[in-house]
Every structure is written in structure tokens, then in C-alpha cells.
């Protein structure tokens, strides 16, 4: 017998809602920036070191720093839909010596 399973089946998460596109968009753009300021993620936790680009690094640096809310993928936007405190994560940046 074959059975049939359907897309909604095993897309959604167990024991919860996923999280919409567009905020999951969110997620990935702040990813970005984050691994922009400290290089990737992957190279870290493997254990080396992160070289930075500096160009990118400059970009997220000044992403961050804006307090500017007209567009809406800004970083105050991004954290306030995220559900982040936006001027606790530039702390947080800048005592792990991230934003230096």
C-alpha cells in the first residue's frame, strides 16, 4: 500500500506554528548583519578565526548604529518585530568586542 503524505504533513514544526516568511526574512537579515560584524559563524565555531571583511564589516557597523525607522527592514524595525531590544543587542555587540 502507498501512502500519500502531504506537503503540510512534514513542513510543519512539531508542537508549534512556524514562523511567518516574513519574519523569518527578518531573522536572516539580522543573521547577516551579525555574522557581517564578527565573520561567520561557521569559522568560529569550528574554531578559527574569523577574518572580517572590511567593507561588510563597516556596512553592518553603520546598519546598526542607525536609530533611523523610515524603511522598514532598519534595524530598529527588524528587532522590534523580531521581539530584540535593539540598544541591548548594540551593548551586547559591543562588550563582546564585535562593533571595535
Known amino acids: ?14 508542537g ?18 551579525l555574522d557581517d560584524f564578527r565573520g561567520s559563524g561557521y ?3 569550528a574554531g578559527f578565526p574569523a577574518p572580517k571583511d572590511q567593507r561588510a ?11 533611523d525607522r523610515t524603511w522598514p527592514f532598519s534595524f530598529e524595525n527588524l528587532c522590534e ?3 530584540l531590544d535593539a ?6 555587540l559591543r562588550a563582546t568586542g564585535a562593533s571595535e
Not at 19 to 33: I, N, Y
Not at 57 to 67: E, K, L, N, P
Open 1 to 14: 500500500m502507498i501512502h500519500v503524505m502531504l506537503p503540510v504533513q512534514y513542513l510543519r514544526a512539531t
Open 43 to 45: 569559522r568560529c565555531a
Open 16 to 33: 508549534g506554528h512556524r514562523m511567518e516568511p516574513q519574519k523569518r526574512l527578518m531573522v536572516a537579515v539580522l543573521q547577516t548583519v
Open 87 to 92: 540598544t541591548g543587542l548594540r551593548q551586547e
Open 81 to 83: 518585530a523580531i521581539g
Open 57 to 67: 564589516y563597516a556596512q553592518a557597523r553603520a546598519y546598526v548604529a542607525s536609530t
